[in-house]
């Protein structure tokens, strides 16, 4: 029987099969881990006597409760928070004691968990991935099994490197033809979601392909997958190519010489077979997408960046009006009209959706001997500490602080609203990062998601732009 | 874990589809090590004024909704972020069940792994349960997890769907932690047999 790209990685991942009575048991290839979903889980070894199965298959890092306010004189990036320190200190521990490696805090490898484990070379195609976060679907990209689990999971695969899981759905994606300038990843993500719903992919795994999918690079893919979760789906999945296998090449926990020629041969075997059948499709022509934005509270609430802010007599039914009554009360926007030129107060570009050097590199291109609009907060986040020394390589962090933009240290930062970098109640933000919800970048945010190009542009202007405008320009 | 099996519990009703993990606990009370005070954040943007005091006009709070135990929720509940620290605060606020027409997949997942059994239950069911609260703020419902039942106030009983195994560790209050234990000797067959040789120990 002909397999999907899922198949083909779950099917290898059985340690035990699918009986009437218990779930797959699943091996776990790769535990990525952070201060906030773990420690609960430690406990619950400690209180059992539990050791870590597979210490060398785990790897933790710093990213969420962690500050990205610049290093003092000592180099150190200052902790204020009491509780974050704790939580900081309780991961140190936990790792110390079980033998876990540890990204410190300010160290060279540290920084947003989904972007540490493919610029390290640790995510590789057909393997299963899991993290406590809902956001490991971004590991996807590379064909890879990847998807985010809650603390009682974080205890099993611990301590048995293994999970109990009944086989999702599958979903073909189909995003055919190609982007129009000005025009990004994001945009298809955002695009996507805003048809086919927040709820469109619940139990389904995702996998991406068309043409337009072919044609983007491995960070681009990766901004996709990363918000599958936002569209539902558990996992998103991108079938891994010659693009895929060039980015790997190289990289610290990368196979090399023999052993990387060996696993290119195993990957190229991975994707879906021809006649393969998915459980459900989605379709989306990327030749008729324009920038999108969400206007709401959620992130299937978007729209084309040029288009009215829908109104309730535009939605199916009742529970919709309700939702989107509650949205625009909560956004302080009014049905019908444009958000282009709309007033902003802050720019937040980072988070594991668009804080890759790609997402820097073309913020900075277009922030080069411009200056951020009076009165807009502009925060620059690179994703780990490799990004930024590579963004201050290429001279990126003094274009941004020249155009009067904030360069910070990696971290999730503004994107959750648990550490100080936050949107003031009221404040409107355009955000690179992944969820719009209430409060989420802090209590009364009123969050915009759209692209790094987008954002640029809003940046330069103080208020909601078309990011072809920039194009325009050149 | 204690054991589920049949419970009456009072229904308090959150109509609002889509209720995302961040709504349930806002991320400022992920930052603990335990499972301390996550009742205190549960549903907190709607439950509080701006200026700290109960909002009387939120479900939760009003006063027919003291000692409710079954939540019945919109569409899609638990979507977004992955933490358990949602089904902690509802549970520690003293739910036992959430009925929803359906549940987002981590969610349900780590619902039932603590012992807050999510219920999927059909629109037609979901829409009289509300009429029912609505008509009557004292309304209780019945789940008979054993019979895979949710028993209405008109004594209707709907069957809702759970997996085995998930079901025989609720009824036995046992955890799946012990199950994967017991697996040793497949998972060293099959790590012996695995290609992959990655090492996070560089």
């Not at chain 1, 959620?298 to 802010?309: E, F, K, L, R, T």
């Not at chain 2, 054993?146 to 028993?151: F, L």
């Not at chain 2, 004594?155 to 199950?179: E, T, W």
Request: glycine residues 10%.
């Amino acid at each position: 029987m002909p397999k999907t790209l899922f198949d083909h990685v779950w099917d290898a991942h059985i340690v035990r099969p699918e009986t009437p009575d218990t779930p797959a048991v699943l091996y776990i290839d790769l535990h990525l881990i952070h201060e906030v979903t773990s420690p609960q889980a430690f406990t619950e070894l400690r209180q059992r006597g539990l050791r870590v199965r597979r210490p060398d298959r785990t790897l933790a890092t710093m990213d969420h409760s962690t500050p990205t306010t610049p290093r003092n004189a000592l180099g150190i990036i200052p902790v204020i928070d009491p509780q974050a320190i704790a939580q900081l200190d309780q991961l140190r521990k936990n790792c110390a004691d079980f033998g876990i490696p540890l990204f410190e805090l300010g160290s060279a490898n540290q920084g947003i968990v989904h972007v540490i484990g493919p610029e390290q070379g640790l995510t590789q195609p057909g393997m299963t991935i899991v993290c406590g976060d809902s956001h490991t679907s971004t590991h996807g990209a590379f064909g890879a099994l990847a998807f985010g689990i809650g603390t009682s999971e974080v205890g099993h695969v611990l301590a048995s490197q293994c999970l109990l899981q009944s086989r999702p759905k599958t979903c073909a994606v189909r995003i055919e033809g190609q982007l129009h300038p000005g025009v990004t990843a994001k945009d298809i993500i955002l695009a996507l979601i805003a048809k086919y719903g927040v709820g469109g992919g619940t139990g389904h795994v995702f996998e991406y392909m068309g043409e337009a999918m072919r044609a983007l690079s491995m960070e681009e893919r990766m901004t996709i997958c990363n918000m599958s979760i936002e569209g539902g789906a558990r996992a998103g999945m991108v079938a891994p190519d010659e693009t895929t296998f060039a980015y790997i090449a190289g990289r610290p926990y990368a196979p090399k010489g023999a052993d990387f020629d060996a696993a290119v041969a195993r990957w190229r075997t991975l994707p879906s077979d021809p006649e393969a059948v998915f459980d459900k499709e989605m379709f989306l022509d990327a030749t008729s997408l324009a920038p999108m934005i969400t206007y709401g509270t959620n992130p299937g609430m978007g729209i084309p960046i040029d288009a009215p802010v829908p109104t309730p007599e535009q939605m199916p039914d009742a529970g919709s009006r309700q939702e989107l009554d509650a949205a625009l009360s909560y956004m302080k926007l009014e049905p019908g009209k444009p958000l282009l030129g709309h007033p902003i107060d802050v720019v937040f570009i980072g988070s594991c959706t668009n804080s890759r050097i790609n997402d820097l590199r073309q913020v900075a291109h277009h922030l080069r001997g411009r200056k951020v609009a009076d009165g807009i907060r502009v925060m620059v986040v690179p994703g780990s500490q490799q990004v930024k020394r590579q963004a201050e390589e290429e001279g990126l962090d003094t274009i941004f602080k020249a155009a009067g933009a904030e360069w910070r240290e990696a971290g999730c930062s503004a994107c959750l609203g648990m550490n100080a970098d936050q949107v003031p109640p009221g404040k409107y933000a355009v955000s690179t990062s992944n969820r719009n919800f209430v409060g989420r970048q802090g209590p009364g945010a009123r969050t915009l998601l759209a692209s790094p190009l987008t954002a640029v542009a809003s940046a330069l202007t103080g208020v909601v732009t078309d990011p072809r405008t920039l194009l325009d320009q050149e | 874990m204690e054991p589920i099996t049949t419970f009456a519990g009072k229904a308090v009703a959150l109509p609002i589809d889509n209720v995302d993990t961040d709504q349930v606990i806002p991320a400022k009370y992920l930052k603990v090590t335990d499972k301390s005070g996550l009742a205190e954040g549960l549903f907190t943007v709607w439950r509080y004024l701006p200026d700290g005091t109960p909002n009387p006009d939120f479900a939760l709070n009003r006063p027919e909704a003291a000692g409710a135990t079954v939540l019945v929720a919109g569409r899609n509940f638990g979507c977004g972020s992955s933490r358990e620290h949602a089904p902690w605060a509802l549970a520690g606020y003293g739910f036992k069940a959430i009925i929803s027409p359906y549940f987002a997949d981590i969610f349900r997942g780590n619902a039932l792994k603590i012992g807050l059994l999510p219920v999927t239950v059909d629109e037609e069911t979901y829409h009289e349960l509300l009429s029912h609260i609505e008509e009557d703020p004292e309304t209780s419902v019945t789940i008979d997890l054993a019979a895979q039942q949710v028993i209405l106030p008109g004594g209707r009983a709907v069957s809702f769907p759970i997996d085995n195994f998930a079901r025989h560790c609720l009824l036995n209050g046992i955890d799946q932690l012990g199950f994967l234990m017991q697996q040793d000797e497949d998972i060293c067959s099959y790590e012996a047999a695995s290609p992959i040789t990655l090492n996070t120990h560089l």
